[in-house]
């Protein structure tokens, strides 16, 4: 009985030294770092810069993306608590970023702002979003404008320009609409929430920070009302259906809807087929709703670059992440993709997304903080559901508040 | 009696501690696991903090998981109909008849595919302006009301699961015995009644198989509604593994996740239950 129970115990340690790896906590020296991403579309970007950074200082990088979001955050929410550790990774600002700091899960980067912003490669108005409890984490990985992506070609064909009020945007939906062209892109999947921000931010921002802070309720008149201009809009047949499927990249190019509202990262889906800016396609301003508001409500998004607390080569990552800020890296990282940078010593090629970044930089714009960063995850993700059910079925406009509303209430009860 | 090999009998735990490890690790640990999370509060970052019956209570109080619940029931009754039933015609027709297996071939060949490859290729056929609008010549969005859109995922479903249901249905009949078969049609039986009354309840043993496994594989329907749908728009084609995977990774309510699962788990145990007690009982 005690040698079978031997035995059993032999085994027993046998399976689990087997699973339990080698232990983590020894430093190591490292010449090719991970980065995790959940931009699977665009590894062959971060294979070119991996690349670079060999080149230019000595530290490969190897991507691994993800397309999936959610399957993404599951993998680096456990690879917290295992030895199977990136050594970079995407994430995203606002709660998500706020709830991984919390846990002391995220490298400190405030010596490399301060540095970057010395240099002039990073501006001072991006930290907020960077900064927690008054330490900065993580570099911005990339920024984005949001505004309108339009079919130059249609606009040409039906003798439109690009609109400045919110009644010429109106209008040139209604002209496309009158010669058969679907003016708008929306969809009931991830992205449901473009219209609602916009509508939002352009007639009243204030109500729209207010929201995402809690202060607000998804119920009040001013958010109800702008359901009501979401739901007149689609009553007025402008957009495409909800459940096509195909891809906006290809919206856009086969004019399947003239006009679709994305960050300028979409910029690389234009790139990716090969379509001109200013002959193929363009970028506008989505003008404010509400004329009265001072500046125009700009969405604005930024998307950061971090590293673990406990990284297995803390000083490589640092050096990596203060690589990536520098004029150098971005230059690479923004031209190839045909967008934006974070980085203000950067030269945009593209006219349109040159001329919205040097604005926004000069507080021409208000800027709002995109929708997916601005609201907590579990309201944001009753959000989702809630505008992919409303666009599917825009008399139920009430009810997806309230069900929005419900999640938030039970949020804010304990996160105030 | 005849005593064990004194080998045999020293070493007996040592023999099964493989497998018994195994199972104690990757079944019934996270099962305790999933189940002690049910009852806390857990964003998958912070400790759990203990919940009592929380989320069970908010179990009850979620339209979104009547809705799911509603989903499980239409696909557990489609999956019965269509790739059980239809699967059980296939397997009668093409069964005794010259070439029969060559017709099966074709039912045969999308089991090969995963649910999530299954679901991929089927999106652009079900999407709004897809092809099966153009070929229907219809403008239905087939994937956004419900039910409609629990229906078309359960067609695409039984274009996967018919082939190897027939195939089964196919070992069921090679294994009846001719005997019986033969004195029904001496005695004149032929065609539904020689079905209804001999065929059928000699098959009864494998269709008690196929059935069960049906149940179980429609009960924690995932993949092809994750693929086509996640479960939306506005969570109108969730399913009960839909719900805890949404509730769990996309809204990161590992507690609340783990209540659904314990739910599911449940069901699930006790359908298959019932269902085989039947069985074994008729």
């Known amino acids: 009985m005690i040698r079978s129970g031997m035995a059993t115990l032999g085994v027993a340690a046998l399976f689990l030294a087997a699973c339990g790896g080698t232990g983590g906590g020894t430093p190591q020296k490292k010449t090719e770092l991970t980065l995790y991403n959940d931009k699977g579309a665009w590894t062959k970007y971060f294979d070119e810069m991996g690349a670079l950074s060999k080149q230019k200082i000595g530290l490969g990088m190897k991507p691994t993306g993800y397309t999936d979001s959610a ?57 907020p979003y960077y900064t927690i409890g008054g330490k900065q984490y993580c570099v911005p990985m990339n920024v984005a404008y949001w505004g309108m992506f339009y079919n130059k070609k249609l606009f040409d064909q039906h003798g439109l320009k690009p609109p400045t009020t919110w009644d010429e945007l109106v209008k040139a939906a209604a002209t496309l609409k009158k010669a058969g062209v679907t003016p708008f892109y929306h969809t009931s999947v991830l992205f449901s929430f473009v219209w609602f921000e916009q509508l939002m931010a352009g007639s009243d921002p204030d109500l729209y920070d207010r929201l995402s802070t809690g202060k607000a309720k998804y119920t009040d008149p001013g958010v109800v009302q702008v359901m009501e201009k979401w739901k007149e809009l689609i009553d007025a047949g402008y957009f495409v259906n909800p459940g096509d499927k195909t891809d906006p990249g290809d919206v856009m190019k086969n004019g399947k809807a003239a006009m679709i509202s994305f960050g300028t990262w979409f910029n690389t889906s234009m790139t990716q087929r090969d379509m001109k800016a200013g002959t193929d396609y363009g970028f506008f301003v989505i003008p404010n709703v509400n004329p009265a508001l001072p500046k125009t409500s700009v969405i604005f998004e930024s998307g950061p670059l971090c590293s673990l607390a406990k990284a297995a080569d803390p000083d490589a990552s640092t050096k990596y992440l203060k690589w990536w800020t520098s004029a150098e890296a971005q230059e690479k990282w923004a031209t190839s993709r045909g967008d934006v940078s974070a980085n203000p010593k950067v030269q945009i090629k593209d006219e349109a997304l040159g001329q919205i970044t040097k604005d926004a930089g000069s507080g021409k714009y208000r800027l709002v903080n995109r929708y997916f960063e601005a ?24 009810e997806v508040l309230a069900t929005i509303q419900k999640e938030a209430d039970e949020y804010w009860s304990t996160h105030q | 009696m005849r005593r064990s090999s004194p080998i045999l009998g020293r070493f007996r735990y040592g023999y099964v501690a493989p497998a018994a490890l195994l199972v104690a690790g990757l079944l019934y640990a996270p099962f305790v696991w999933t189940a002690y999370l049910s009852l806390t509060r857990y964003d998958g970052l912070a400790p759990p903090e203990w919940a009592g019956l929380a989320n069970f209570g908010k179990l009850f109080d979620d339209p979104a998981l009547l809705t799911s619940l509603r989903n499980t029931l239409l696909w557990v009754v489609g999956t019965m109909v269509l790739p059980v039933g239809l699967g059980l015609l296939v397997a009668v027709l093409s069964y005794d008849i010259k070439g029969g297996a060559w017709y099966r071939v074709p039912f045969m060949l999308p089991y090969a595919l995963s649910g999530a490859g299954l679901a991929l290729v089927w999106s652009p056929i079900l999407s709004h302006g897809g092809i099966a609008n153009v070929l229907l010549g219809v403008d239905t969005a087939f994937l956004q009301s419900a039910p409609v859109n629990t229906l078309a995922m359960l067609l695409v479903w039984t274009w996967q699961q018919l082939g190897v249901n027939t195939l089964l249905f196919v070992v069921g009949l090679q ?15 032929s065609g539904w009644r020689l ?31 994750w693929v086509l749908t996640q479960g939306g728009p506005g969570r109108n084609s969730e399913t009960l593994a839909v719900t805890m995977y949404k509730e769990t990774f996309v809204a990161s309510d590992y507690g609340y996740g783990s209540a659904v699962a314990v739910m599911l788990t449940v069901v699930t145990g006790l359908a298959s239950y019932l269902y085989l007690k039947r069985q074994v009982a008729s």
């Open chain 1, 71 to 127: 399957q993404y955050q599951a993998f680096i929410k456990a690879s917290f608590r295992t030895n199977v550790k990136p050594d970079l990774f995407t994430w995203q600002t606002g709660g998500m970023l706020e709830e991984i700091v919390k846990q002391k899960q995220v490298a400190d980067t405030t010596a490399v702002w301060h540095e970057a912003i010395k240099a002039g490669d990073l501006s001072q108005d991006l930290a």
């Open chain 1, 375 to 398: 609201t907590p995850p579990p309201v944001l993700t009753a959000a989702l559901d809630g505008f992919g059910k409303f666009v599917t079925e825009p008399g139920t406009y009430k």
């Open chain 2, 175 to 189: 294994s009846i015995p001719k005997e019986p078969i033969e004195a029904a049609r001496l005695d004149g039986a």
């Open chain 2, 195 to 225: 079905f209804r009354h001999i065929t059928w309840p000699l098959m009864r043993p494998l269709t008690a198989v196929v059935v069960g496994l049906a149940l179980v594989a429609s009960l924690k329907t995932f993949d092809i509604v």
